[in-house]
């Protein structure tokens, strides 16, 4: 029984998921969101530096907190907390990066740094 209604669970959280993934979805505007964005992307630490022109970054939003999992073989940018400061404004809060990162329907930016370590996007959707 426990099984069951853990699938049941999944299977409606997917629902929510898919249905926020609009390309018409701005993040701002909803809890929950997922969506792919694609165009140049690159990381830097001490031992990797990759630059894909056309890579990609799967996006994904809870509450208040996005992960992006890029293509290519760079790592994924987890746990970036955000704040709402107007209708298009998010502010990253938090002490573990610093740098810029601005998403909407349409564009990904991203130039971030945490722990050493440098994540860049400019993609679309």
């Known amino acids: 029984m426990k099984s069951m209604l853990k699938i049941i669970g999944i299977l409606l959280l997917a629902v929510i998921v898919f249905a926020s993934c609009s390309k018409n979805t701005d ?3 909803t809890d929950i969101f997922a969506g792919t964005f694609r165009g140049k992307i690159g990381y830097i630490d001490n031992e990797k530096n990759i630059s894909q022109a056309n890579g990609s970054v799967f996006v994904t939003k809870i509450d208040t907190r996005y992960d992006f999992r890029f293509s290519d073989g760079i790592p994924d940018l987890t746990g970036v907390q955000f704040e709402k400061k107007d209708a298009n404004t998010l502010t ?3 002490s573990d990066g610093t740098g810029l990162i601005t998403i909407n329907k349409d564009k990904l930016v991203i130039g971030f ?3 050493g370590r440098t ?3 400019d993609c679309n959707r």
């Open 27 to 29: 993040p701002a505007d």
């Open 92 to 94: 990253s809060v938090g």
């Open 113 to 115: 740094t945490r722990n």
């Open 119 to 121: 994540w860049t996007a």
